[in-house]
């Protein structure tokens, strides 16, 4: 079992671990001693146990926020979940029928007619307009 120096708070302590979990004890051991080199900036020099307690508790208190906010964000992500289910399962809308008017070839034929007299007529008034000035 590797014995592993590590530093809290300015102090040495040497601790054993698991083989290959050497970096996770550096790792854990780094995070307390940002939190022992917070209280000895805030309170000074305090007794070994109470500086690795207040350290501990400081730790935990992060850890307690961070384990609610994960189980919050289950949460959230077990109800996007159940509404993504929901909406896969939905069925499909039923297609709507849509109708566009079309005008039949004979309205269309008479229209162009009427246009084309209406022309002419206007044409023609607008000749014996002329021919009267």
Known sequence: MPEVLISIGGR???????EGEEKYLHSAAGMLDTEAQTLASQIGR???PRMLLMAGLMLADKTAAMEDKARGLEEELATMRNELTALQNKPAPVPEKVEVPVIPSHVSETLAEVAARAESL???IEEKGQAGS
């Open 122 to 124: 206007a044409a023609a």
């Open 46 to 48: 305090i007794p070994e």
């Open 12 to 18: 040495q302590f040497e601790v054993a671990c698991q």
